[in-house]
């Protein structure tokens, strides 16, 4: 019910920068979060962050937190992940999620809308 279009992907040196956008659009009232996940070739698509829709409240895999920060412009329904201190391990396909479901944990399960993905390339 939501459509959401990610940006900003690119490549950076370790220890550098980006920050991501997912724009979204169609049904967002029925969303209650939104986050981010990543995945890596031959790895399964792992959580990286999530903000509730409202903007209040925010997650973190754990090994991510204080180094990746999720935040949401209400006015533009519009969320970002700002990644800093890149690791060649955090090269991966960042996908923008969404979800309608109350849950404690944001999973692959529970997700109800996708984005296309963006490339995040970490180099040594």
């Known amino acids: 019910q939501v459509q959401l279009v990610e940006s900003g992907g690119g490549l950076v040196q370790a220890g550098g920068s980006l920050r991501l956008s997912c724009a979204a659009s169609?049904?967002?009232?029925?969303?209650?979060?939104m986050g981010w996940f990543r995945q890596a070739p031959g790895k399964e698509r792992e959580f990286v962050a999530a903000i509730r829709w409202s903007g209040i409240g925010t997650y973190y895999a754990s090994s991510l937190k204080g180094r990746f920060t999720i935040a949401k412009d209400n006015a533009k329904n519009t969320v970002s992940l700002q990644m800093n201190v890149l690791k060649p391990e955090d090269t991966a396909v960042y996908y923008c999620?969404?979800?309608?479901?109350?849950?404690?944990?944001?999973?692959?399960?529970?997700?109800?809308?996708w984005g296309q993905g963006t490339q995040v390339t970490v180099s040594s």
């Open positions: 999620a969404a979800t309608v479901v109350a849950a404690i944990r944001m999973t692959p399960d529970n997700i109800g809308s």
């Open positions: 169609g049904r967002t009232f029925s969303t209650y979060a």
